[in-house]
């Protein structure tokens, strides 16, 4: 069937202007979604595939959830929508409330946004409102980290460390900095779980206070797992490291959880099965399980407290967003961790993990495979470039995965991997079968 004449596809292409991507190539040959269901994606087409990524890392309870579903409508038959300045809905306050239970302490408190770039802007500007709350205003400066990922606002793109999102827009924000990356040590290649090399690299947020001076550095952001850089994993005790500096010079640490959230590692967060725990966490994504835009910024009791501890009559914090806590999105996330808890989905990527680090290291030797890396559901196959052509054999694999039934996702030259809790061990054995098959097939 020509997707060109298929009834289900668009006259005008030009329209809507495509995030992330090459609309001119993909009017040479679109691709249209849908439908959904469970592990499944089915394309204009009929062509149906299983989904490894689970959407943009976020679909975490598979596809075509009845439950949130009609959540979602019921909610819509009593209130659509009411603010939250000033004024308030129950539900914001009682999700709120079961939410919390499912991070550690002290992150007893949520403010909600709509994203993970509005969940990492409001976490930086709540570090920077904070120390001067505590007298300490010349705490500004913000430290990311090179190949760091937090989203697309600016103050998240001014702390990201992928140099392709941040020269098209110029300086961007003053007072940024950032550590060293984590990836790329010979001896952590084709790790099983957790490199084992590079606890030292946490040692450069050292060198920055050093060179700024520790009373300048309000926040460190990092992804606790590297993940739109192309699933860079921890070294063994390099968060705790981290930690433990931010401790000693007074710097908030903040984990941008967007990805790890909600069971991507086998607990709800990754703080939690590091057991590291930040001042800070950004969320979203798996939040309502992809259905109803939606994110959190979960604070410590020490930095709420801070706020709330004034005899002036007011706003604490002025920020926030029309759609915070909206009650849609707040009956969607409800639903969402209804099935989280029912079905122990958190714990589930942690009962998989051997099977899915067999599957994923059975590629190691594979023509043109040079790295493999896995933890939990989260895993990237790294590909040698094409010599003067690079990212063009990652992409040109992913391609073949898809025809053959399997949506991967490439970044730069690594088939990055992040599917639906719900995978079965079956699924993950075709998933990475699907991948063997493609590599030697595409060379």
Not at 2 to 8: C, G, P
Not at 69 to 77: C, G, K, S, T, V
Not at 117 to 135: M, P, W
Not at 215 to 234: F, N, Q, R, S, Y
Request: net charge negative.
């Amino acid at each position: 069937m020509n997707t060109k004449h298929h009834n289900l596809v668009p006259d005008n292409l030009d329209a809507f202007w495509m995030p992330f991507s090459g609309q001119r190539q993909f009017k040479e040959d679109p691709r249209f979604i849908v439908s959904a269901k469970g592990m499944y994606y089915t394309d204009s087409q009929g062509h149906e595939t299983l989904d490894g990524s689970a959407g943009l890392w976020c679909v975490n309870a598979g596809h075509h959830r009845e439950h949130i579903n009609a959540a979602i409508a019921h909610q819509l038959e009593s209130l659509d929508f009411a603010h939250s300045f000033n004024s308030g809905h129950p539900l914001a306050f009682q999700y709120a409330s079961r939410l919390v239970k499912h991070v550690p302490d002290p992150l007893n408190h949520v403010f909600f946004t709509n994203s993970g770039s509005e969940s990492v802007d409001t976490a930086l500007k709540i570090a920077l409102a904070y120390h001067r709350r505590n007298g300490e205003a010349g705490r500004q400066r913000l430290i990311g980290r090179e190949k760091g990922y937090h989203g697309m606002g600016f103050g998240g793109l001014s702390v990201g460390g992928l140099v392709k999102n941040r020269n098209p827009f110029g300086l961007l924000l003053p007072g940024t900095d950032h550590m060293r990356q984590t990836h790329g040590l010979a001896g952590n290649r084709f790790a099983r779980g957790l490199p084992p090399e590079g606890e030292e690299l946490a040692m450069d947020l050292q060198r920055l206070v050093e060179l700024h001076g520790a009373d300048a550095i309000a926040a460190v952001i990092v992804e606790p797992i590297g993940g739109a850089g192309g699933v860079h994993l921890p070294p063994v005790g390099y968060l705790q490291r981290l930690r433990d500096l931010c401790d000693e010079h007074g710097i908030l640490l903040i984990f941008d959880e967007v990805i790890t959230g909600f069971g991507r590692t086998g607990a709800c967060t990754a703080a939690e099965r590091f057991g590291v725990v930040p001042d800070i966490m950004t969320t979203a994504k798996g939040i309502t399980n992809a259905t109803i835009p939606m994110g959190g910024v979960f604070v410590s009791d020490t930095i709420f407290e801070r706020f709330m501890d004034t005899d002036v009559p007011g706003v604490e914090l002025n920020h926030g967003y029309t759609y915070s806590g909206h009650p849609v999105a707040c009956a969607a996330g409800m639903a969402t961790l209804d099935i989280y808890e029912q079905e122990g989905l958190f714990e589930r990527p942690k009962t998989l993990q051997d099977t899915w680090q067999d599957a994923a290291l059975s590629l190691c030797d594979f023509p043109n495979v040079i790295d493999v890396r896995c933890f939990a559901l989260l895993g990237a196959i790294e590909l040698a470039p094409l010599e003067g052509a690079p990212m063009q054999r990652g992409a040109a694999i992913a391609k073949r995965c898809y025809e053959k039934g399997a949506w991967v996702r490439p970044i730069g030259d690594s088939l990055v991997l992040s599917p639906p809790l719900i995978i079965s061990e079956a699924e993950i054995k075709r998933i990475f079968g699907i991948i063997g098959e493609a590599i030697c097939e595409v060379g």
